[in-house]
């Protein structure tokens, strides 16, 4: 089990090598569902890295000499999947996807500072953004951090941000019923939250 404060550190260290190089990015996953949901577990560290469409190479080759690949075709599987799985030096996983899609770049146009520690700062996806990414992802783990982003966020999250977003991206993946389900979780918030004293 690899400690919360280590895993943020090193989310930091990353960071580093990106503001360095001025490359656009900001975190999601488990690291922004600290941020905006209720903090959990989380033993890797997920980002969005702007890449574009043609020129992934030089990004994946520089990280690739920063970062330990965590599988023998790390370099082929990204190209293809849009993904690179690497490990920091510490012994913490990261994924770095490689954004190119108009949403991407919009949540990395977003994400703002967050201070997790006294002179620490992660630069994260939105509230709304990151609920976005959690419904498309759509796992169980997924919905449980949307309904608590809702609880916690409640009536703090631009939500027609949020559907405009989702929208058009479910129907890209043939799974809009995922939309259905968002309404009747956030339903089911409000209602929860109305009734308590």
Aim: with cysteine; glycine share 8%.
């Amino acid at each position: 089990m690899i400690h919360l404060p280590r895993v943020l550190a090193a989310a930091g260290e990353v960071q580093h090598f990106l503001q360095e190089r001025r490359w656009p990015f900001c975190f999601i996953g488990g690291i922004a569902v600290q941020r905006w949901g209720e903090p959990r577990m989380t033993q890797d560290v997920d980002l969005t890295l702007l890449t574009g469409f043609g020129g992934e190479e030089q990004f994946v080759d520089l990280l690739l000499k920063e970062l330990n690949p965590r599988r023998p075709d790390a370099r082929e599987f990204a190209l293809s999947r849009r993904v690179l799985l690497v490990r920091t030096r510490g012994g913490v996983d990261v994924d770095v996807a490689l954004g190119a899609f108009p949403f991407e770049e919009r949540s990395i146009r977003r994400a703002s500072k967050w201070a997790w520690a006294e002179g620490q700062c992660l630069i994260t996806c939105s509230g709304e953004d990151l609920v976005v990414h959690k419904v498309f992802a759509g796992r169980d783990l997924d919905w449980g951090d949307v309904e608590r982003v809702l609880i916690r966020q409640h009536g703090k999250l631009e939500l027609a941000q949020v559907r405009s977003e989702l929208k058009p991206l479910l129907e890209l993946k043939g799974e809009t019923e995922a939309m259905d389900k968002f309404e009747r979780m956030l339903a089911k918030v409000d209602r929860r939250l109305q009734t308590q004293p």
